[in-house]
């Protein structure tokens, strides 16, 4: 069985959250998208769930953290290239997103990253194929 992954996140303003995410390319797909609840498509098997903090504290009997002040969970994206690497920053800064970290270049990967206007950090990364050494 092929797996799918939901990442759920506490959003402010939904409408908000949605126009930044639009901004960096992501779709959302409107069967599970609605006044309360945004499904952004990240790609064939991987979805973030963006919730009213409303909703997501229906979801959990402990207190929301304000991710603006401490780290709840950092996503990490793999990206096709450096230069998507770049791309997707330069967006995400433009939407509104902020740099938490400066970028690292390990040679063999780059990655670089920005919180959200939540204050959700994402990571994108570009790790060279020729770098990643097979299983077994």
Request: hydrophobic share 40%; proline share 5%; charged share 25%.
């Amino acid at each position: 069985m092929s797996r799918k992954i939901f990442v759920n996140l506490p959003v402010s303003d939904l409408d908000k959250s949605k126009t930044f995410f639009s901004a960096l390319g992501f779709t959302f797909n409107p069967q599970f998208t609605d006044e309360s609840a945004a499904c952004m498509v990240i790609s064939e098997d991987i979805y973030a769930m963006l919730l009213t903090e409303k909703t997501f504290a229906t979801f959990t009997p402990y207190p929301l953290c304000d991710a603006t002040k401490q780290t709840e969970v950092l996503i990490a994206l793999s990206c096709e290239s450096r230069d998507e690497v770049g791309q997707l920053m330069d967006k995400a800064l433009s939407a509104g997103g902020r740099r938490y970290s400066e970028p690292k270049d390990h040679g063999f990967m780059l990655h670089d990253g920005f919180q959200d206007l939540d204050g959700h950090i994402w990571e994108l990364f570009y790790m060279d194929p020729a770098a990643i050494q097979p299983n077994g």
